[in-house]
C-alpha cells in the first residue's frame, strides 16, 4: 500500500534513507578501522537489524533486554555470515542478570569499580576463557554540551563514568578496555577536544606499543556523533581514527544511535478535531507528544512538520495538540500555506529516532503502527498494536 493509505497513527520507516545513512556509516568503518556499533537506545525496530548487521559490526545494549534483542535479531541471523559484535553498559548490573548477559555479550563496561568487582566472579570466567572482554567506562570531566543538562554525562554531580582521581595507575586485572560516552547530537569537533583531554588525563593505561600488557587493548568513543549529518566532519573522524590505530595498536569502537536512523523515518497523523481558542485553532491530532514522542516535552524541543513553517510564517497558523486529557500535551505552533481540515493528514519528520523506544499508553493512547516504506515507496506493516499491548503492562 502507499502511504496515504495507512492506518494512522503510525511510524513509518524509510528503508531507502536508512540503507544511506548505513553506506555512509560503512565507509566511515572501511575508510577508518573504527567498529561502528548501533545504540539500541534510539532505534530498536529490530525487523531491520539484519540489514543494519549487514553494514555495521554489531550493536550495543543499555541492559538485559536490548542485549537479548541483538542476539536474537543481529547475531544469529548473521551468524556465519558475518561476526557480529554485542556489547553491553549499564550503571549497575543486576545479580540476577549478570550471568546470562556474560554468555550473550562479547564486551561488557561497567560503571564503577565498586560494580567491577561485585560481579568479578562470574565475569572473570569469561574473560579467561577468551570469551568476554571488560571495560571501564570513564568520566573525562570535559562538557562540550550547552543547555541540555540532561544529557550531559559530564554535568556537575554526574553517576555515569570513574573519574580520573577514583582509578589508580594501572588497570584492574581483567580490564582490557575504555569507555567514555559525553557527547549529544554533535560533530566532529567535540569528540577531537574531548579525546584529546582523555589521551592526556588517562594516558597511564594506554599502551607504549602494540600488546602491552596491563594497559587497554581497545577504546569506545561512546556516541552522540552526528556522522550521517550532511555538514559532519567524517574525514576528521577518519583521521582521528587512524591516529588512534597506528598510534596505540588499539581497536577503536563508535556507538552512535542517531547517526544510524537520522531522518529516517516519519510519523503519521490524521486531524480529528479543530478548537477555536483566542489565540490559535488548536489542532487535535490522533498522535501524542506525551506518548509518541515524548522527548518534545523532555528536552524540549519541536519536531520538523512537512510543508510547515514557523507560527505566523505562513498564512495559516495552528496549534497542534493531541486527544490526551493532559494540558501541556502540546507538540508546538506550525504554519501552513493552506487551511487544515478535519481528515487530513500530517507527516512528523525525523521519528525513527528516540521515538519508538521511549512511547507508552498513558492515558490509553493506543500505540502507533511501526511500518516501513521499502525502496520502491510500497508500505508494510512490520507491528500493529491493540488494547492486549495496554493491559499486558498494567
Request: include cysteine; charge should be negative; aromatic fraction near 6%.
Given at each position: 500500500m502507499k502511504i496515504s493509505e495507512i492506518t494512522t497513527p503510525a511510524y513509518?520507516?524509510?528503508e531507502k534513507k536508512l540503507k544511506e545513512n548505513l553506506e555512509i556509516l560503512s565507509y566511515v568503518q572501511k575508510e577508518?578501522?573504527?567498529k561502528i556499533l548501533l545504540a539500541q537506545k534510539a532505534f530498536s525496530a529490530y525487523k531491520t537489524y539484519p540489514m543494519i548487521g549487514e553494514y555495521l559490526s554489531g550493536a550495543t545494549a543499555s541492559g538485559l533486554y536490548e542485549a537479548r534483542l541483538a542476539k536474537e535479531e543481529m547475531v544469529e541471523p548473521l551468524k556465519g555470515k558475518r561476526k557480529i559484535e554485542n556489547h553491553v553498559f549499564e550503571p549497575a548490573f543486576n545479580d540476577d542478570e549478570i550471568k546470562e548477559l556474560c554468555e550473550i555479550c562479547d564486551h561488557m563496561v561497567f560503571n564503577s569499580l565498586t560494580q567491577l568487582?561485585?560481579?568479578?566472579?562470574?565475569?572473570?570466567?569469561?574473560?579467561k576463557n577468551g570469551r568476554l572482554f571488560?571495560?571501564?567506562?570513564?568520566n573525562p570531566e570535559y562538557?562540550?554540551?550547552?543547555?541540555?543538562?540532561?544529557?550531559?554525562?559530564?554535568?556537575?554531580?554526574?553517576?555515569?563514568?570513574i573519574r580520573n582521581t577514583d582509578l589508580g595507575d594501572m588497570l584492574p586485572k581483567g580490564v582490557s578496555g575504555l569507555h567514555f560516552h559525553t557527547l549529544c547530537e554533535q560533530g566532529f569537533e567535540p569528540l577531537e577536544k574531548t579525546f584529546l583531554e582523555v589521551e592526556s588525563s588517562f594516558k597511564r593505561f594506554f599502551p607504549t606499543r602494540k600488546g602491552e600488557e596491563g594497559k587497554i587493548k581497545w577504546i569506545n568513543l561512546g556516541g552522540g556523533h552526528h556522522i550521517t549529518k550532511e555538514d559532519y566532519d567524517r574525514e576528521?573522524?577518519?583521521?582521528?581514527?587512524?591516529?588512534?590505530?597506528?598510534?596505540?595498536?588499539?581497536?577503536?569502537?563508535?556507538?552512535?544511535?542517531?547517526?544510524?536512523?537520522?531522518?529516517?523515518?516519519l510519523l503519521v497523523t490524521t486531524v480529528m478535531d479543530i478548537v477555536k481558542t483566542e489565540k490559535y485553532p488548536v489542532l487535535i491530532l490522533d498522535t501524542s507528544a506525551a506518548c509518541h514522542m515524548p522527548d518534545v516535552l523532555e528536552m524540549p524541543?519541536?519536531?520538523?512538520?512537512?510543508?510547515?513553517?514557523?507560527?505566523?510564517?505562513?498564512?495559516?497558523?495552528?496549534?497542534?495538540?493531541?486527544?490526551?486529557?493532559?494540558?501541556?500535551d502540546i507538540i508546538g505552533d506550525y504554519s501552513f500555506d493552506k487551511e487544515i481540515g478535519i481528515g487530513d493528514r500530517l507527516y512528523f519528520e525525523d521519528m525513527a529516532i528516540y521515538s519508538m523506544v521511549k512511547n507508552n499508553t498513558f492515558n490509553g493512547m493506543p500505540l502507533p503502527d511501526i511500518d516501513i516504506m521499502h525502496d520502491d515507496g510500497e508500505v508494510e506493516v512490520l507491528k500493529r498494536f491493540g488494547y492486549d499491548d495496554f493491559k499486558m503492562r498494567l
Open positions: 513509518v520507516i524509510d577508518s578501522g573504527a568487582e561485585h560481579h568479578r566472579e562470574v565475569w572473570e570466567k569469561n574473560v571488560v571495560g571501564l567506562r570513564i562538557s562540550t554540551q550547552e543547555g541540555h543538562e540532561i544529557y550531559d554525562p559530564c554535568a556537575s554531580g554526574s553517576r555515569l563514568g576528521g573522524l577518519i583521521k582521528l581514527v587512524k591516529r588512534i590505530k597506528d598510534t596505540y595498536g588499539i581497536d577503536v569502537y563508535l556507538e552512535p544511535g542517531e547517526a544510524i536512523a537520522l531522518d529516517a523515518g524541543y519541536r519536531p520538523p512538520l512537512r510543508d510547515s513553517g514557523e507560527a505566523g510564517e505562513l498564512a495559516n497558523t495552528y496549534r497542534l495538540s493531541s486527544r490526551t486529557c493532559l494540558a501541556g
